[in-house]
């Protein structure tokens, strides 16, 4: 049996997790007591933390420069009935589709967003893979109260780094509705010379089809009472009909999917339905261009849970960036894309309607669409099936990548070395981040910090760090703000503490993050 070590303060977890599911998850393994108090982070003095609220906050924006250019952009938290391939669903959305509007900016543009909360239950937005200042991160209670009901929030951020990004509800299983949507932050230094620039938003898709994201999640563990987002699409309590839990509990009893490449067991979740840019492969938004076209993809997995194996039928792909950063052009047919991470891929297009697949790895289901030539006619039946042979091909792992040099983070001795272990509760459907170091993940401003994550469960992690990005020296440096830890390994991270508040840091499969799988990272003075 694994031994756990000392987990984070209680409070400090429900502070900065604002998700009680997690909490109550922890307290069932006894975990719940403090482990260090706060004279212990800093040996012994207490130390004084920088809140989101304090000056630092906007002198770190302010250093890295506004170029003057506003982005105005209003959404809209609201039940909605979305179509489906015929199917129609009520659920939660920004905009009447089951995703988002995709929204663009160029680099150091300030992006003012107005969030409308139409819904019955509070809700937050973070910005996936920006650099943002602590108070726009949108993690509830921590760096600003949760709109509630009828309420609005503006935020109000320069946008410093260019690259594929993403934003979604980070209130409960919220994003595991239609609460998502792409980012793109274009850089006027792009040098990829793409002739059409397109995004492919992926997602595994739950609501509606007979039961909810908190059905789902008390299928995998009773004790969790379903998170804060509610139940079905109107925003009701987190109370189940004999349906959504019958149709649950056949969700997570199918068996666990199992990946090589990712290490064994795979998800717990048997989605019935995937999409690309909130379509299902029965009816696919197609992608246009001239035959001989370069053709930028922007690959964003939104999913929940699913990790995704993507490929183009007839075509190989050259990927140029991950997480929105430039990496060193690298060929291959297909490559596996963790929740939350992101791809940008080149093809030429050849003459002709080829197939787009990202089948679930490690167990059956897809989501597909189509990229055509100007010159071809339409597929006469889109929903070609998950199988295209360069899946099946040169498989890209993301320990091959490597960062460009203009992206590389300087070589430098970490300041503070942190070690931290991912666990899980037995067989139980609880999660949590653990060890000495678990609790008082410190910093001060202008530190290089090193964080070794210990996988010691039988599943891997997409591990995301809020506000930061980072180095992962055994890949070469590459440049990433979530990264998959394998079960049975360890790996580490490395960045620099440029932006100062309190942040999150959390495995981003949303089920383990409700169930516990999450600490938080302090600036001190």
């Known amino acids: 049996m694994t031994r756990f070590g000392p987990t984070l303060d209680r409070r400090r977890f429900l502070r900065i997790g604002s998700l009680g599911a997690g909490a109550v998850g922890l307290g069932a393994l006894g975990l719940g007591t403090a482990s260090c108090s706060s004279a212990d982070a800093t040996g012994g003095t207490p130390p004084e933390y920088i809140s989101p609220t304090d000056p630092e906050i906007l002198a770190a924006e302010a250093a890295r420069g506004w170029n ?117 932050v274009e850089d006027p230094e792009d040098t990829s010379g793409a002739d059409v620039d397109a995004v492919l938003v992926l997602d595994d898709w739950v609501d509606g089809l007979g039961t909810t994201p908190e059905a789902v999640l008390t299928a995998l563990n009773p004790a969790i009472s379903g998170g804060h987002a509610g139940h079905g699409g109107g925003g009701a309590p987190a109370e189940h009909t004999a349906e959504d839990q019958s149709v649950a509990r056949a969700l997570v009893s199918g068996g666990h999917g199992s990946s090589v490449p990712l290490g064994g067991m795979t998800q717990h979740i048997g989605y019935p339905l995937h999409l690309i840019n909130g379509r299902p492969p029965n009816d696919p938004e197609v992608v246009t261009a001239a035959p001989g076209n370069r053709v930028r993809l922007r690959i964003v997995n939104a999913a929940a849970e699913t990790p995704y194996r993507f490929a183009v039928a007839g075509h190989e792909l050259t990927v140029v960036a991950a997480d929105g950063f430039d990496c060193e052009p690298t060929a291959t047919d297909t490559l596996i894309i963790g929740m939350a991470q992101r791809y940008d891929v080149l093809l030429t297009l050849k003459s002709g309607a080829w197939p787009i697949v990202a089948t679930v790895e490690g167990r059956d289901g ?24 360069e899946l099946t091909g040169r498989l890209l792992a993301e320990s091959e990548l490597r960062p460009v040099d203009t992206v590389r983070l300087n070589s430098r001795t970490a300041d503070r070395d942190y070690r931290v272990e991912l666990i899980q509760a037995g067989d139980r459907y609880v999660w949590g981040m653990a060890g000495p170091d678990a609790g008082k993940l410190v910093m001060r401003q202008g530190e290089r910090i090193r964080i070794t994550m210990v996988n010691n469960t039988t599943m891997w992690h997409p591990m995301h760090t809020h506000g930061h990005t980072f180095a992962v020296p055994d890949y070469g440096g590459l440049r990433r703000d979530t990264v998959n ?23 981003h499969n949303a089920y383990h993050f409700e169930a516990g799988m999450t600490a938080n990272l302090r600036y001190i003075r």
């Open 68 to 184: 003057g250019r506003k982005v105005p952009v209003a959404l809209t938290a609201a039940v909605t009935t979305v179509d489906l391939g015929g199917r129609f669903v009520d659920t939660w959305s920004y905009g009447g589709r089951a995703v988002a509007p995709e929204l663009r900016a160029s680099v150091r543009d300030k992006l003012l967003v107005s969030v409308r909360n139409d819904l019955a239950v509070d809700t937050t937005l973070h910005w996936h893979g920006i650099r943002i200042r602590n108070d726009m991160d949108g993690a509830a209670p921590v760096t600003q109260d949760p709109i509630g009901p009828g309420g609005d929030f503006l935020y109000d951020f320069v946008v410093p780094d260019p690259g594929t990004h993403w934003y979604h509800s980070h209130s409960g299983l919220q994003a595991d509705r239609g609460l998502f949507g792409a980012l793109v």
């Open 366 to 389: 897809y989501a597909s669409t189509v990229i055509r030539s100007h010159d071809a006619a339409p597929l006469p039946n889109p929903d070609i099936g998950g199988a295209v042979p």
């Open 485 to 507: 830890v394998l079960p049975g390994t360890e790996l580490a991270i490395e960045f620099d503490a440029d932006n100062p508040g309190e942040w999150m840091f959390h495995c």
